[in-house]
């Protein structure tokens, strides 16, 4: 038992140790491998700085190059327009000139075409106009008839119309003549018929009237034994028609 | 009904509201009668110490001192109770005759028309009334269910024509033709 108790205190104590010393040892890694990490990243970094110095060189040259090559590509360009304009402009002058010459052509046969032509079209309208002048001096004749038998015809129209015009003028007036005595006689029986009924209406109004003044009058001037009596008299004639009897 | 307290009670009130008040007026008296000491039995008498003590109306007194003295014997203290019950279940079924009056009359007035009814119609009938300003003169009445009109419209209804005979052609009016 006591043995037992001893290894179990020698362990804890060994792992306390152990413990100290692990702290120690990474105390003193840390101490010791920072320098190393440090050149390391230094180096590094020297690389890439060599790396981006020689890409940025052969950018440089490349664009160099490219910028050469573009001048001469541009160079060869203009000077290829040059020469298409100067060959452009000389066949367009050449066009030109051949286009006025058949235009040239052209316009002296076209001015004897339209010469002819109109020179055939005055004959033709002189002709064209003798015979107008015939034809109208025809119609002229025709209508000078034609209008004067018009005339008799609208004339003979007129005095027709006028006759009928009077006639249909005394039948509308004698139309209505009818109706307005028609209407006349309609409205006067609207208004005794409406005489009539107000009067009728007055009158009821009136005995309604005298109702209501006698309900009045009777139940304030009538004393209380009258009323008693009124009472009695309206039992004594239910009496006598058998009321009470049934 | 013969012989029936209710008999000599309507002998002397016409109205039914008047009956039904005088049956529980007998029954308060009998209460103060036969539970104040006073003894098992009534007496005339005893209607003045009632009448002090409770200060009624004169008419009441005089109701309750008219009453016979046989009337007043059919009451015990331990029966009156059931006797007033009795007295109000006959009433319900007295034959009533319901009239409907312009104005209110008093009671001798109506008085008048109850004996006429008691002497005319039926001597067990009690009278119901009301009021209705409008019918102005005259009345209406219900018997065995059924209305009557005799107020004023009545009588307007019965002499129409000749209403409208002697009012409208002597009117003069304006332009009337």
Redesign the interface.
């Known amino acids: 038992m006591m043995t037992l108790l001893a290894v179990f205190l020698f362990l804890i104590f060994g792992f306390f140790v152990l413990v100290a010393v692990i702290i120690r040892l990474n105390v003193r890694l840390r101490y010791i491998t920072y320098p190393v990490y440090d050149q390391i990243v230094k180096k590094a970094q020297s690389k890439a700085n060599d790396i981006i110095n020689d890409a940025q060189t052969h950018a440089q040259s490349i664009r160099i190059s490219a910028q050469e090559t573009a001048e001469k590509i541009i160079s060869d360009r203009k000077d290829e327009n040059e020469k298409f304009r100067e060959e452009y402009t000389k066949h367009f002058e050449e066009i030109v000139a051949h286009g006025k010459d058949v235009l040239t052509n052209q316009s002296a046969e076209l001015t004897k075409l339209s010469q002819k032509m109109v020179d055939e079209f005055k004959e033709q309208s002189i002709a064209a106009n003798v015979l107008v002048h015939k034809k109208s001096e025809l119609i002229s004749n025709t209508l000078s008839e034609e209008s004067e038998q018009i005339k008799q015809s609208f004339a003979e129209m007129n005095i027709r119309t006028a006759k009928e015009q009077c006639i249909l003028i005394e039948e509308i007036k004698k139309n209505v003549s009818e109706e307005i005595a028609k209407e006349i006689s309609i409205a006067r029986d609207a208004i005794t018929a409406y005489k009539k009924e107000r009067f009728n209406l007055l009158d009821r109004e009136i005995v309604e009237l005298v109702k209501e003044t006698a309900r009045i009058a009777l139940n304030k001037t009538l004393s209380l034994r009258e009323h008693r009596d009124q009472i009695l008299i309206a039992l004594k004639e239910a009496k006598q028609n058998g009321i009470f009897d049934k | 009904m013969i012989d029936s307290p209710l008999t000599s009670l309507i002998q002397c009130t016409y109205i039914r509201s008047d009956l039904v008040y005088r049956i529980s007026l007998l029954g308060e008296f009998f209460d103060f009668i036969f539970f104040t000491d006073r003894g098992p039995f009534v007496k005339k008498d005893m209607v003045d110490h009632f009448a002090n003590q409770r200060k009624e109306t004169p008419q009441d007194i005089d109701f309750l001192k008219d009453l016979p003295q046989s009337f007043i014997e059919i009451f015990k203290r331990d029966s009156f109770r059931k006797v007033l019950d009795k007295m109000s279940e006959e009433l319900q079924h007295l034959p009533t005759l319901s009239?409907t009056?312009?104005?209110e009359?008093?009671t001798e007035?109506?008085g008048?028309?109850g004996k006429?009814?008691r002497e005319?119609?039926d001597p067990n009938v009690v009278l119901d009334i009301s009021i209705d300003?409008?019918i102005?003169?005259?009345?209406r009445?219900v018997?065995?269910d059924?209305l009557?009109d005799?107020s004023?419209e009545h009588y307007?209804g019965s002499h129409e024509k000749e209403?409208?005979t002697r009012?409208?052609p002597s009117?003069p009016?304006v332009g009337?033709t």
């Open positions: 009239i009056a312009p104005v009359l008093p007035q109506m008048t028309i006429w009814a005319s119609i300003e409008t102005s003169v005259g009345c009445f018997w065995k059924i009557y005799f004023l307007f209403l409208y009012l409208t009117t009016l009337h």
